[in-house]
């Protein structure tokens, strides 16, 4: 930095930093790395340094740097010779702006009109003197962009200068007239119709949903119709009788295969939903394929549950979580092949409605008590074990479940199964006591051998406080229950 006339070179990837100092003394330099920007922006600048014993000022000398290329179509009145700074005249930027533009309203200007009359708008030419002579000072200091500058703002005022005589015309203005309103005519709906199947009231039936009606979530104007959609679903996707017949699998593995699952399923913290249409994938995969050999049948089963968990959980476990489970038994790419082999048989169609929905329902238009409730969702998981149970309609199941509970946990012994089974009931199942009195012996002979039963996964489950006990309730092992399995 002593020396005189000494290079420095500003590389891409640095940036100097210029610290303050006294005037005049030679300034630090720092310098720091940057990101590099590319080729544009960044290139090289060579600036001369001199020092103290320079025949030239360092602060008097300016480096030079062009940002970006000089348009050729720029208009610019340049002078040939370069601009240098006299000593004598020391004057900034906004001191010549100031000077050219009041030399410029003291110079004289003439107007002439060429015609007095003329079809169109008439202007008016402005002729300035000294147009030429405003911009040669030598010894003015302005860069080019100041001059760039200068010369917009004189071309600017010039163009006020210019005045217009607008031509007066006539113009016919046609008023259209108004359209004539039209009243709107009220729709007229037949008193004995209907918008559709939730609005319907029938005689001595509760309307359960209509303490529903300002919580939207509850969807309380179509909740009807919902079930209804259900109720199809269920007939048009069916677990045929015997489906197990002349196949590899028995009802006895599948009910293992079941019991595992729901272990499975609790240790994972799973909702009802998941497990219940597993259960239901199961089914509906080994009608169709009836080539599936025992080797292959927990592979099927873990994949059940791992599709279900994707379809219900907010939050499914992770692929290593199903390998673990199956003591690496099968590997995840075996996994992934059985998902979308299940997934092409069942033709993408995994709507087939739940038991728990049904019971969920059921429950509400029977004005039933958590107890209730949980002893009926026992039963539905004791009836997924069984082979004859599953291909019962998933909503027939729930109301037996439900009705079973009732009958079960009544404290008034005088109340029958029609007397518990109100026309409420009847209505929102779609079922009465009769059609639903041989499924409620066959789940009340299922509870009563769970103690005994060497599958004990849902019986330990609901032993817990968890879901209140209520395997070990004693209404499962009184004289009610004995008395509900004899009848006919």
């Known amino acids: 930095m002593a020396t005189n006339k000494q290079q420095i070179r500003n590389d891409e990837n640095d940036r100097i930093i210029r610290l303050p100092g006294k005037l005049g003394a030679v300034t630090k330099d720092v310098t720091t790395k940057r990101a590099a920007l590319g080729e544009l922006g960044n290139r090289a600048v060579l600036r001369p340094v001199i020092g103290k014993e320079g025949t030239k000022d360092a602060k008097d000398e ?68 000294q147009k030429d002579n405003l911009l040669k000072r030598e010894d003015s200091n302005l860069s080019q962009k100041s001059l760039t500058k200068l010369k917009a703002a004189l071309a600017k005022d010039q163009s006020k200068k210019i005045t217009t005589v607008p031509v007066k015309t006539k113009v016919d203005i046609k008023v259209k007239p108004e359209p004539a309103k039209v009243k709107p005519v009220a729709k007229v709906i037949p008193t004995g119709i209907t918008k559709s199947h939730s609005a319907k009231l029938i005689k001595h039936v509760e309307n359960i949903d209509a303490r529903d009606s300002k919580n939207p979530i509850l969807v309380s104007e179509y909740v009807n119709d919902i079930y209804s959609y259900l109720r199809q679903l ?13 196949q590899h699998v028995s009802p006895r593995m599948r009910a293992v295969l079941i019991d595992w699952i729901n272990e499975v399923h609790l240790q994972f913290h799973l909702i009802p939903e998941t497990f219940q249409m597993t259960v239901g994938i199961i089914d509906r995969y080994l009608q169709i394929e009836r080539g599936t050999t025992r080797d292959y049948l927990q592979l099927v089963g873990v994949t059940a549950l791992f ?41 993408y169609n995994l709507s087939r409605p739940l038991p728990i929905q049904f019971l969920r329902r059921c429950s509400k238009a029977a004005e039933a008590s958590d107890y209730h409730h949980s002893m009926a969702k026992y039963f539905l998981e004791l009836t997924s074990t069984d082979y004859t149970m599953a291909t019962i309609a998933p909503s027939k199941v729930a109301a037996a479940s439900l009705l079973l509970s009732l009958r079960l946990m009544n404290k008034i012994s005088s109340r029958t199964a ?11 199942s779609s079922y009465d006591v009769s059609s639903l009195q041989p499924i409620v012996k066959k789940i009340a002979e299922l509870a009563k051998a769970a103690p005994s039963s060497k599958l004990q996964s849902v019986y330990h489950k609901y032993s817990t406080s968890k879901f209140n006990s209520i395997a070990l309730r004693s209404e499962l092992k009184g004289l009610n229950m004995e008395r509900i399995m004899a009848e006919q």
Do not use: C
């Open 62 to 129: 300016k480096p030079k740097m062009t940002l970006r290329a000089r348009n050729p179509n720029e208009k610019v009145a340049l002078d040939a010779k370069k601009i240098t700074r006299n000593n004598s005249i020391k004057t900034t930027a906004k001191s010549a702006v100031l000077m050219n533009i009041q030399t410029r309203k003291a110079a004289p200007t003439t107007v002439t009109v060429k015609s007095a009359i003329l079809p169109t708008v008439q202007q008016v030419v402005v002729k300035d003197e």
């Open 234 to 246: 269920e007939v048009e996707q069916p677990v045929n009788e015997n489906f197990l017949e002349g």
């Open 307 to 347: 599709i279900a968990s994707k379809y219900e959980e907010l939050y499914p476990p992770s692929m290593d979580d199903f390998v673990y489970i199956t003591d690496n038994t099968y590997s995840k790419q075996e996994i992934l092949a059985m998902e979308m082999k299940i997934i092409r048989t069942l033709g």
């Open 418 to 428: 029609n007397d518990l089974w109100t026309p409420t009931l009847i209505h929102y």
